[in-house]
């Protein structure tokens, strides 16, 4: 998994997104106590049950894998112009 130079930044924003988008769907807000690893496990089980993502392999459902899930994702909705996309 190739790591690009905006992943932090890109990741930070599909978790905001993503959050915005379960709010959306009726979910309750994610409490500051939960963990950034179970808002990313939450965000991404969200998106492959709405089917705007496709799921990982069962063996390949891990932190690093479902947060490159969700980096891809967003690069996806970003606009060519957007600063992010290099």
Same mark, same amino acid.
């Given at each position: 998994m190739k790591h690009g130079k905006h992943d932090a930044q890109l990741l930070k924003l599909a978790l905001d997104i993503g959050v915005g988008y379960a709010k959306k769907r009726g979910f309750a807000d994610f409490? #500051?106590?939960i963990s950034p690893k179970d808002k990313v496990e939450c965000i991404y089980r969200l998106l492959v049950q709405d089917k705007l993502i496709q799921p990982l392999a069962t063996d390949k459902e891990d932190g690093p894998n479902m #947060?490159?899930?969700l980096i891809l994702w967003? *690069?996806? *909705?970003?606009?060519e112009e957007h600063p992010l996309k290099d």
């Open positions: 409490d #500051k106590g #947060k490159h899930k967003i *690069q996806r *909705q970003l606009p």
